[in-house]
T-cell receptor
Framework: AQTVTQSQPEMSVQEAETVTLSCTYD???????LFWYKQPPSRQMILVIR??????QNATENRFSVNFQKAAKSFSLKISDSQLGDAAMYFC????????????????FGKGTLLTVNP | ETGVTQTPRHLVMGMTNKKSLKCEQH?????MYWYKQSAKKPLELMFV???????ENNSVPSRFSPECPNSSHLFLHLHTLQPEDSALYLC??????????????FGPGTRLTVL
């Protein structure tokens, strides 16, 4: 079974600085997808960024980028120019199919990292 | 309403009560999910419905009973719950088509407290 590990329960960063959140996962699959989700205090989980395992290029979405190391099974999230609105729980997630050949999938989540942004 | 909505947002119930959580998605998606989020634990997938058929039941106790009457609505019926069932229950939906990378959209959750 796939597992996702986020080793940092809490992180803090100064406003305008850069912070990196770590995530490792365990899988025997070669074709999969990884996600970072953000859950602000309002509780609505939203997608931050996604990465396809077959793509060597790291995904980037504005101030958010990932460092995807497939061999090491590592998928870290870098937040540049941190803003107060970035304060939230961040979850790393791995997508796997529910059944072979099917089109339904499920997400396996890590425990999350609570990010605090200091003004 | 847009996105994924959940009602109620907060629920307190006794162990002998029967209640239901409701989820509605306004995105035209064909798959819906129930997750349980407890403190200090990863989100746990409970149920998955695709085209109104249950495709995954992740060994959830029978005191949780899902219902998906159509592709826009998902219910979680609760009865004789235990205090350890207190958690945030999240609903999500997605449009699952082949092997495309389809984002799951989440609702705001229902904070459930079992006394």
């Amino acid at each position: 079974a796939q597992t996702v590990t986020q080793s940092q329960p809490e992180m803090s960063v100064q406003e305008a600085e850069t912070v990196t959140l770590s995530c490792t996962y365990d899988t025997s699959e070669s074709d999969y997808y990884l996600f970072w989700y953000k859950q602000p205090p309002s509780r609505q989980m939203i997608l931050v960024i996604r990465q396809e395992a077959y793509k060597q290029q790291n995904a980037t979405e504005n101030r958010f980028s990932v460092n995807f190391q497939k061999a090491a099974k590592s998928f870290s999230l870098k937040i540049s120019d941190s803003q107060l609105g970035d304060a939230a729980m961040y979850f790393c997630a791995y997508r796997t199919y529910l059944n072979s050949g099917g089109s339904n999938y499920k997400l396996t989540f890590g425990k999350g990292t609570l990010l605090t942004v200091n003004p | 309403e847009t996105g994924v909505t959940q009602t109620p947002r907060h629920l307190v119930m006794g162990m002998t009560n029967k209640k239901s959580l409701k989820c509605e998605q306004h995105l035209g998606h064909n798959a819906m999910y129930w997750y349980k989020q407890s403190a200090k634990k990863p989100l746990e997938l409970m149920f998955v419905y695709s085209l109104e058929e249950r495709v995954e039941n992740n060994s959830v106790p029978s005191r949780f009973s899902p219902e998906c009457p159509n592709s826009s609505h998902l219910f979680l019926h609760l009865h004789t719950l235990q205090p350890e069932d207190s958690a945030l229950y999240l609903c999500a939906s997605s449009q699952d088509v082949g092997r495309a990378v389809n984002e799951q959209f989440f609702g705001p959750g229902t904070r459930l407290t079992v006394l």
